[in-house]
């Protein structure tokens, strides 16, 4: 559940604008900012999380959604024009930390010395009008936004399970990003200013992207460049995906290509899924994508299945199963001891307000 704080006026400074604002006549906007968040945490146990092949046991974060605390709020201006922002922290409900920290910097993202961060999720400001919405800060790129339609629970949250995040990132520093809608189509494009001076290649990058929604179906399209942190490498990433909805069932089928302008690394990625929810209360999904990897060669197949149960509208239990297998040169997962199979479950509750 939402807590929205109305108030007739335009956003200006708090004192001002509760003793102004909320009492004065001569006012003409209508300005509301909303409360919300996310807490979804299970109990997970998974095989090969080091090098001797050990299972771990842990209380996780949720595979699909991570556990966050939002704000945003918007302000009409009248004329088809408002103003709207948005900050959304992440955090681990285990102990309680920030999350969406960066080890390093490169391809968009700002080092934070392996800190989390405050507003890690997103943290932006923008316009919208007739002509669309430019908004500023550390925000959702477009391409990982259209890549999530080719993935049945969209884009997921844990390492195991990732596959579009590792290539288009998920979110950039200091951006701006427009996006328009016209008809069934929405176009977005972004840039990321890297903020390095003499070069103004380093970390920085963009993307756009076209989608079209109707009839139960909705297809999104895709490019993205991104510097390295020095400049030296870029990474271009293309893709396509979409998901039909028909009756209880719903279908996702897409496809990602990742090629480098130096290194001889280049990826084809194939993603596919499909659910069932036989009533309000109940929705059974599998998923699953290949990452084959040429020079150096290597491979990565995953498969994962969920189970969700609705309590009610806000509240969920879900049992997750995931397999991962890693082969050759491709770069090991974050929580995968050696190259080989990995088989990991989680048993869990999320609650939306």
């Known amino acids: 559940m939402k807590v929205r704080f109305t108030c007739p006026g335009p956003l200006v400074p708090l004192v001002i604008a509760g003793v102004t604002t909320c009492f004065s006549g001569a006012v003409h906007a209508q300005s509301n900012v909303s409360l919300w968040g996310i807490l979804d945490a299970g109990v997970r146990y998974a095989t090969n999380a080091n ?13 699909v959604f991570g556990s966050r605390f939002g704000m945003r709020g918007t302000e009409d201006l009248g004329g088809g024009t408002s103003a709207f922002f948005e900050l959304e922290a992440g955090m681990d409900m285990g102990t309680g930390n920030s999350l969406q920290s960066s080890a390093s910097a490169g391809y ?3 080092s934070t010395n392996g800190q989390g961060r405050l507003f890690g999720r997103q943290a932006f400001v923008g316009m919208d009008s007739r002509y669309g919405a430019l908004s500023l800060g550390r925000q959702y790129s477009v391409a990982y936004q ?3 339609n080719a993935q049945i629970f969209g884009n997921p949250n844990l390492d195991t399970l990732i596959i579009a995040a590792n290539y288009t990132g998920n979110r950039q520093d200091n951006a701006v990003k427009y996006e328009k809608s016209f008809g069934g189509f929405r176009l977005g494009a972004d840039y990321a200013f890297g903020e390095t001076a003499g070069n103004s290649r380093a970390n920085s990058g ?8 109707g009839g139960g179906a909705k297809v999104a399209g895709t490019f993205a460049s991104l510097n390295s942190a020095d400049g030296k490498e870029t990474r ?11 009756g209880p069932f719903k279908a996702t089928l897409g496809y990602m290509g990742v090629r480098y302008r130096t290194a001889d690394v280049r990826n084809d990625v194939a993603i596919a899924g499909f659910s069932y929810s036989p009533n309000a209360a109940w929705r059974v999904g599998v998923g699953g994508f290949r990452d084959w ?4 060669g290597g491979s990565r197949s995953t498969a994962y299945g969920i189970i969700d149960y609705y309590f009610s509208k806000r509240t969920t239990a879900y049992l997750e199963v995931d397999y991962n297998r890693i082969a050759g040169a491709y770069t ?11 088989i990991g479950s989680t048993l869990g509750l999320r609650h939306n307000f």
């Open 51 to 63: 090098a001797a092949r050990n299972g771990k046991l842990e209380l996780s974060e949720g595979p």
């Open 108 to 110: 968009t993202q700002v």
């Open 146 to 148: 259209a890549m999530a």
């Open 206 to 213: 963009g993307g756009v992207a076209l989608s079209y929604e």
């Open 236 to 246: 271009n990433v293309w893709g396509l995906g979409g998901g039909y909805g028909f």
């Open 293 to 296: 990897q040429r020079d150096p």
């Open 332 to 342: 090991l997962l974050k929580s995968q001891g050696v190259v080989g199979g990995k």
